[in-house]
């Protein structure tokens, strides 16, 4: 295998609002021969998220940002191809951190999972069944705790981490309100995954709607977008809501603050006024909890209590565009890049 090449995506130009094609570059590489605790994989699927814009800029965030020339960071389904790592062997499936990238050696402690080929299909490890998913199930465990009879709104609502939001609030008894682009995402997230309402955040009269489809207010706002959706959530959260500050994508190609007055004195005197919770939160913060979502939420999936949909790109040379589409709300459902056939 030492003297194979391989494919890899490195980031060529940190991008000035929304990414373009040409801030990827496409290389070929030699595969490097694994070291002592080292294992070569190859990669199955690929999983494009959101948080990846983040670390194509520079500068300080809650991870550091990738280099000029870097391979793109992301979690993989690999196959064990070598193992120097008395953990794993040839053959294993398992859950990656291994980049844009057919192939990579990296350091068997690494590895986050074994995955088994005769279980739930392995790219859900990506999604629903991983960090996305854990993303959902956490900080609604922690942050969002909701109620029976609460009212939970949650945004991106056809994609993995607002998929499950709804459909875990629902198994808390809560009453689901989903916001998604376009009547194709809408009727998916009523209709497939069985929220009790869905709306489209492009209407004009948006805010008018969301309005009247939560008549006893808000008590969870699980926060993915930010932008105009936030707006319209803000006048309709009740005393002591929660807000899981999830993500914001709707801003990730900003270049510029939002032009306009300073609106941070009324947020803060609604959060005062209102008693509401706001927590940031980044899924490992709750990592405690993985095993135990793991456990739990492969059992909602095999009694079909939960549900998900997937969004796949074939070959490596076409995630930048589907990535770069994301951002915009091109994907329907959990974009993965199939990288082998
Ligand atoms: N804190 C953490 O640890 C953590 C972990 C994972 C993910 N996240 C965050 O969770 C959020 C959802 O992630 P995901 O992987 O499930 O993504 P996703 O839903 O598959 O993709 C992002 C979606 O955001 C929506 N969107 C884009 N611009 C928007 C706008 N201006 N207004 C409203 N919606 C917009 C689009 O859906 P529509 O077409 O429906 O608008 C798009 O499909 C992201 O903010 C992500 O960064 C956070």
Not at 236 to 241: K, M, S, T, V, W
Request: hydrophobic share 40%; aromatic share 8%; with cysteine.
């Amino acid at each position: 295998m030492g003297n194979s090449t391989a494919t890899r995506i490195v980031l060529a130009a940190r991008p000035q609002g929304a990414p373009r094609p040409e801030d990827f570059r496409v290389e070929t590489f030699q595969i490097p021969v694994p070291r002592n605790g080292q294992v070569l994989l190859r990669n199955h699927w690929l999983s494009l998220d959101p948080y990846m814009r983040g670390r194509m800029n520079a500068g300080r965030s809650y991870a550091a940002a990738v280099g000029i020339g870097e391979v793109m960071d992301g979690g993989t389904v690999s196959e064990v191809v070598q193992s120097l790592h008395p953990a794993w062997s040839p053959g294993d499936l398992v859950l990656a951190h291994a980049g844009w990238q057919t192939h990579a050696v990296v350091d068997g402690e690494s590895l986050r999972r074994k995955l088994d080929p005769a279980g739930l299909p392995v790219q859900t490890a990506l999604g629903v069944h991983g960090m996305p998913g854990f993303t959902a199930y956490a900080g609604l465990h922690e942050i969002g705790k909701p109620q029976h009879g609460e009212t939970v709104v949650v945004a991106a609502a056809s994609g993995p981490v607002g998929a499950t939001v709804g459909q875990i609030a629902q198994l808390h008894g809560a009453r689901a309100v989903g916001i998604a682009g376009g009547p194709d995402k809408v009727a998916h997230v009523r209709d497939d995954l069985g929220f009790d309402v869905a709306l489209d955040h492009r209407a004009d009269d948006f805010a008018e709607q969301l309005a009247a489809a939560c008549p006893d207010g808000i008590d969870v706002y699980f926060e993915n977008v930010g932008g105009k959706v936030f707006d319209a959530v803000l006048p309709l959260l009740n005393d002591f809501a929660r807000v899981p500050v999830c993500g914001l994508v709707a801003h990730y190609n900003d270049t510029a603050p939002p032009s306009g007055p300073d609106r941070v004195p009324h947020l803060m005197a609604t959060i005062l006024t209102r008693h509401l919770t706001v927590r940031g939160f980044i899924q490992r913060d709750f990592i405690a909890l993985y095993p135990e979502f793991v456990r739990e939420m492969g059992q909602w999936l095999r009694d079909g209590r939960i549900r998900y949909r997937e969004d796949v790109v074939d070959g490596l040379e076409n995630a930048p565009t589907a990535f770069i589409g994301m951002l915009d709300g091109k994907n329907f459902g959990k974009l993965l890049v199939r990288l082998s056939a």
